[in-house]
C-alpha cells in the first residue's frame, strides 16, 4: 500500500507569516492530490486539491505543488491567521482505486 | 456544494451493546462510501469501502463480522459497531464520493462520530 509522511509534525508560526508542509508518498502512480483540514471534534474538510497534470495551484491565501518526480506535494499558507490554526493532512490516491491514503498530519498553530 | 450528514455525533454505549452510525449524502448521489477510525492525536485509518447494493470492501485487520456496513441507497450508508467493547472507543468518520464532472467526482468526509464503550 501507499505510505505517505507528512513534515514537520507539528508547526508555530506567527501570525502574518508563511507555513509550508509537505507531503511525501510512495505510490509513483498516484494522481489525485488533495489536502484536508481537520479542527477539533470534527471531520477533514477539503482545502485545496492537485491533479498529476498540473504543477502548481492557487487558491487566495493558499496553494499546493507538485513534485511528481520526487513524489512530494506541498501546502503553502500566506498571511496566516488565527482560524488558520487546525491538524493538516495530505491524502493521495493511487491509480486506478478510490482510496485516499492519509499522512501523518500536521498540527499548526498561530500566535497571535 | 456537496453535503454529508453523520449521526450521531456522540454516543455513549455499554460494553456488549451494538451501535449503528449513519452517513447520508444530502444533495449527490454517492457511487461510493468509505468509513474511517481515527484515535486521538492519529491520523484516519481506513476501515472499509462501501458501493450501493454491494458488499463492503474490508481493509486487512478490520473485522468485517464486527463492524458491519450496509450501502442500502445511493444517499445512504451505515456502520454498525456490534457487541461493542472499550477499546471500540475512537472517531469514527464517514465519507462518500459522487456528484458530477462540475464537483469532480470528490470526497466529501461527514463531521464524525465519537464512540464511547463504558
Known sequence: GENVEQHPSTLSVQEGDSAVIKCTYSDSASNYFPWYKQELGKGPQLIIDIRSNVGEKKDQRIAVTLNKTAKHFSLHITETQPEDSAVYFCAPRGFGNEKLTFGTGTRLTIIP | ?118
Open chain 2, 1 to 118: 456544494g456537496a453535503v454529508v450528514s453523520q449521526h450521531p455525533s456522540r454516543v455513549i454505549c455499554k460494553s456488549g451493546t451494538s451501535v449503528k452510525i449513519e452517513c447520508r449524502s444530502l444533495d449527490f448521489q454517492a457511487t461510493t462510501m468509505f468509513w474511517y477510525r481515527q484515535f486521538p492525536k492519529q491520523s484516519l485509518m481506513l476501515m472499509a469501502t462501501s458501493n450501493e447494493g454491494s458488499k463492503a470492501t474490508y481493509e486487512q485487520g478490520v473485522e468485517k463480522d464486527k463492524f458491519l456496513i450496509n450501502h442500502a441507497s445511493l444517499t445512504l450508508s451505515t456502520l454498525t459497531v456490534t457487541s461493542a467493547h472499550p477499546e471500540d472507543s475512537s472517531f469514527y468518520i464517514c465519507s462518500a464520493r459522487g456528484g458530477n464532472r462540475e464537483t469532480n467526482y470528490g470526497y466529501t468526509f461527514g463531521s464524525g462520530t465519537r464512540l464511547t464503550v463504558v
